[in-house]
């Protein structure tokens, strides 16, 4: 349709977002959309899919309609739009009618080109017979999993948008998501484009994310001792209760740094207000439950950390995710324990649903464990779970420092011998006090003192008990019985063990679990640090951003990305076209804000002379 070649597409790319190069499958997308075709794509997150729709929206004389599931992402997309100068109308419950009426009328005359929209209102009969007197060219429809009732989040009003390939056979459908396995895949395709739709998929993987998991002990001091290096920086702590959550909070604010709490629990005005601050603010801290997250696209997320056990392998990797859409190092830690194993696998038993959707829940949360317990890369735990190949990746704890695998049938045995004699009645809690030898009131209550097993690990640290058995539980050697409240019993494959027909290898219990992230972290604090960029200066250059954006109510992010910030900090640019030569400087930023950043620049210069 629109044949550009790629140097006019890399100019463009210049002048409308001031970036010097496609991404990694950008250029292509980009070609086929200008084509005319059709395209379905999968592109983890942070891998830069508006993108690949926008330019192509920009380039062609044809008008785009954008189909988004949420307000924020919405406002977002279209403030980081209209900063860059292109003109994008968007219509929205949150605006006022006479607002939706004005955007309307700038999208319908010649003002703009691109319209943001939720489903449900695209499909409205008024909005559908308004359409058809514009020259509509593309339909984009982002998260677009959500229309299949295969894929992790199916919403009922994504359904109608299978009808536009009927109402509007001209138009092009573009649809793009970061989660969806071949049987999502083939249903998408199929719902949504009857003509020749190409599919791109560029797998899982985000090598920017550091991995690590933590046994959770005293893991409140433990997270201020491990955020400590990162002052200053965004990030978000997942907690599963609403307690935690605040109590998370009110801990890190004692130590001085700027957290808030987020839960279902605070009321509309609080959550609005704290998501905005932290959209806008820099060094903000998200204390919160999954509440939390979605339609977040900051993309200078440095931290997810994980405080308790997520749900299941595809939300742990949903969570995780939202960390480093800019590409620069982010850092993933979760604490794990068997209470929050149990605890989840009680919320899936206790929960509703069929029991063959409790069965496929209970597989996706055993992959999780199957991730914490890893004695190999982390990664390739996760892009196996996710039929990716892949190799060890240099970037998670296990591969930094792999962990020391040991034979510990013996241990294994006293456990089984344990669990054994006190009738396989017992949860972990008691069956570790009987190997440790405790002297308590339900010992001496049941006569636990007269076993043989009575402590026969009692020279064992607690905390190497407690790893063990979690390793016989992540094996399906030990499973808690939740008809019996997590009584722990043994399962045909512990019987082996206890036998000794089969070894128990597992991890070497660390002289401390503190050092597994000293590792991963430094490594990312130090790839994260500013590298030849002036600290001073660029601080002062994220103050001088942050009044901009407040003062035009849009995200920090949008006026411009930390990578360019540091840029400015490392060759303190003062003419126009030293400014123009940074990646994320197009000429409308140039005209906006030039100015100001040169004279922080100059200003900043002309002191460190004098000084
Ligand atoms: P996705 O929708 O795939 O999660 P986004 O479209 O939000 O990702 O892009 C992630 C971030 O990467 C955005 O902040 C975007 O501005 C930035 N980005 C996208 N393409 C490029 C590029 N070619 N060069 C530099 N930054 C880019
Ligand atoms: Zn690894």
Redesign the pocket.
Same mark, same amino acid.
């Given at each position: 349709m629109t044949a550009i070649s790629e140097p006019a597409l890399l100019a463009s790319?210049k002048t409308t977002?001031g970036?010097?190069?496609? /991404?990694e499958g950008?250029l292509e997308i980009v070609e086929t959309l200008l084509r005319g075709d059709d395209a379905f794509v999968v592109?983890?997150?942070?891998? %830069?899919?508006?993108?690949c729709y926008q330019l192509p929206a920009i380039l062609s004389a044809r008008k785009t309609i954008i189909v988004s599931p949420l307000v924020a992402l919405i406002d977002d997309q279209v403030a980081?739009l209209r900063q860059n100068g292109v003109a994008a109308s968007k219509i929205h419950s949150h605006q006022s009618y006479d607002e939706n009426a004005n955007q309307w009328r700038r999208f319908a005359g010649p003002g703009a080109q691109l319209l943001y929209m939720s489903p449900e209102r695209l499909m409205q009969p008024r909005m559908l017979e308004a359409l058809k007197h514009q020259s509509v060219g593309m339909f984009v429809v982002d998260e677009a999993h959500c229309i299949s009732k295969w894929g992790a989040a199916f919403r009922p009003e994504y359904e109608a948008l299978s009808q536009l390939k009927m109402l509007f056979p001209e138009a092009q459908i573009a649809a793009?998501t970061?989660t969806a396995d071949e049987a999502t895949r083939q249903d998408i395709v199929h719902k949504l484009s009857n003509q020749n739709c190409r599919v791109f998929v560029k797998g899982f993987d985000r090598p920017n994310l550091s991995l690590a998991v933590l046994a959770k002990e005293k893991w409140k001091e433990r997270l201020v001792n491990l955020l400590e290096p990162k002052r200053g920086q965004s990030g978000i702590v997942y907690c599963l209760s609403r307690k935690d959550t605040d109590d998370m909070a009110a801990v890190l604010s004692a130590a001085g740094f700027t957290a808030l709490a987020y839960h279902a629990g605070k009321d509309g005005d609080y959550r609005r207000d704290a998501q905005n601050r932290f959209m806008t603010e820099d060094g903000l801290i998200m204390v919160a439950t999954i509440a939390f997250g979605m339609g977040i696209?900051k993309?200078d997320i440095r931290f997810v950390i994980h405080a308790s056990l997520p749900s299941s392998m595809e939300a742990f990797y949903q969570e995780i995710g939202r960390a480093g /859409?800019? %590409?620069a190092p982010a850092e993933t830690i979760l604490f794990y324990s068997l209470q929050d194993f149990i605890k989840r696998q009680n919320m899936i038993f206790d929960g509703e649903g069929e029991g063959e959707f409790k069965l496929l829940e209970y597989k996706r949360l055993e992959a999780l464990i199957g991730y914490c317990e890893a004695t190999t890369c982390r990664r390739m735990s996760i892009l196996t779970y996710f039929d990716e190949a892949s190799t060890p990746c240099g970037n998670c704890d296990n591969c930094l420092d792999p962990p020391v695998v040991e034979d510990y049938s013996a241990k294994a045995q006293a456990i089984f011998a344990a669990i054994q004699q006190t009738g396989q009645f017992f949860g972990q809690a008691h069956i570790l006090d009987v190997l440790k030898g405790a002297q308590n009131a339900k010992i001496r209550q049941r006569n636990h003192q007269d076993l043989a097993c009575f402590g026969a690990l009692a020279d064992d640290p607690k905390a190497h008990l407690q790893s063990w058995m979690r390793q016989l539980i992540a094996m399906g050697a030990v499973r808690p019985n939740l008809a019996r409240y997590g009584a722990l019993e043994i399962t045909e494959l512990g019987a082996q063990i206890s036998q000794g027909d089969k070894p128990f290898t597992a991890k070497k219990p660390k002289a401390s679990s503190a050092s597994v992230t000293s590792k991963s972290g430094g490594r990312a604090k130090n790839t994260s640090s500013l590298e030849g960029a002036d600290d001073k200066l660029f601080q002062d250059l994220k103050a001088l951003r942050l009044e901009i954006a407040q003062e035009k109510n849009i995200p920090a992010?949008a006026v411009f990305?930390d990578s360019a910030l540091k840029d400015f900090a490392t060759l303190k640019p003062q003419t126009r076209a030293q400014f123009e030569e940074i990646? %994320?400087v197009g000429p409308k930023k140039l005209d906006r804000y030039f100015e100001a950043f040169s004279q922080a620049i100059a200003l900043y210069v002309a002191a460190h002379k004098n000084g």
């Amino acid at each position: 349709m629109t044949a550009i070649s790629e140097p006019a597409l890399l100019a463009s790319l210049k002048t409308t977002f001031g970036y010097d190069h496609f /991404r990694e499958g950008q250029l292509e997308i980009v070609e086929t959309l200008l084509r005319g075709d059709d395209a379905f794509v999968v592109m983890p997150t942070g891998a %830069g899919k508006s993108l690949c729709y926008q330019l192509p929206a920009i380039l062609s004389a044809r008008k785009t309609i954008i189909v988004s599931p949420l307000v924020a992402l919405i406002d977002d997309q279209v403030a980081a739009l209209r900063q860059n100068g292109v003109a994008a109308s968007k219509i929205h419950s949150h605006q006022s009618y006479d607002e939706n009426a004005n955007q309307w009328r700038r999208f319908a005359g010649p003002g703009a080109q691109l319209l943001y929209m939720s489903p449900e209102r695209l499909m409205q009969p008024r909005m559908l017979e308004a359409l058809k007197h514009q020259s509509v060219g593309m339909f984009v429809v982002d998260e677009a999993h959500c229309i299949s009732k295969w894929g992790a989040a199916f919403r009922p009003e994504y359904e109608a948008l299978s009808q536009l390939k009927m109402l509007f056979p001209e138009a092009q459908i573009a649809a793009f998501t970061a989660t969806a396995d071949e049987a999502t895949r083939q249903d998408i395709v199929h719902k949504l484009s009857n003509q020749n739709c190409r599919v791109f998929v560029k797998g899982f993987d985000r090598p920017n994310l550091s991995l690590a998991v933590l046994a959770k002990e005293k893991w409140k001091e433990r997270l201020v001792n491990l955020l400590e290096p990162k002052r200053g920086q965004s990030g978000i702590v997942y907690c599963l209760s609403r307690k935690d959550t605040d109590d998370m909070a009110a801990v890190l604010s004692a130590a001085g740094f700027t957290a808030l709490a987020y839960h279902a629990g605070k009321d509309g005005d609080y959550r609005r207000d704290a998501q905005n601050r932290f959209m806008t603010e820099d060094g903000l801290i998200m204390v919160a439950t999954i509440a939390f997250g979605m339609g977040i696209d900051k993309p200078d997320i440095r931290f997810v950390i994980h405080a308790s056990l997520p749900s299941s392998m595809e939300a742990f990797y949903q969570e995780i995710g939202r960390a480093g /859409r800019d %590409g620069a190092p982010a850092e993933t830690i979760l604490f794990y324990s068997l209470q929050d194993f149990i605890k989840r696998q009680n919320m899936i038993f206790d929960g509703e649903g069929e029991g063959e959707f409790k069965l496929l829940e209970y597989k996706r949360l055993e992959a999780l464990i199957g991730y914490c317990e890893a004695t190999t890369c982390r990664r390739m735990s996760i892009l196996t779970y996710f039929d990716e190949a892949s190799t060890p990746c240099g970037n998670c704890d296990n591969c930094l420092d792999p962990p020391v695998v040991e034979d510990y049938s013996a241990k294994a045995q006293a456990i089984f011998a344990a669990i054994q004699q006190t009738g396989q009645f017992f949860g972990q809690a008691h069956i570790l006090d009987v190997l440790k030898g405790a002297q308590n009131a339900k010992i001496r209550q049941r006569n636990h003192q007269d076993l043989a097993c009575f402590g026969a690990l009692a020279d064992d640290p607690k905390a190497h008990l407690q790893s063990w058995m979690r390793q016989l539980i992540a094996m399906g050697a030990v499973r808690p019985n939740l008809a019996r409240y997590g009584a722990l019993e043994i399962t045909e494959l512990g019987a082996q063990i206890s036998q000794g027909d089969k070894p128990f290898t597992a991890k070497k219990p660390k002289a401390s679990s503190a050092s597994v992230t000293s590792k991963s972290g430094g490594r990312a604090k130090n790839t994260s640090s500013l590298e030849g960029a002036d600290d001073k200066l660029f601080q002062d250059l994220k103050a001088l951003r942050l009044e901009i954006a407040q003062e035009k109510n849009i995200p920090a992010y949008a006026v411009f990305h930390d990578s360019a910030l540091k840029d400015f900090a490392t060759l303190k640019p003062q003419t126009r076209a030293q400014f123009e030569e940074i990646n %994320g400087v197009g000429p409308k930023k140039l005209d906006r804000y030039f100015e100001a950043f040169s004279q922080a620049i100059a200003l900043y210069v002309a002191a460190h002379k004098n000084g």
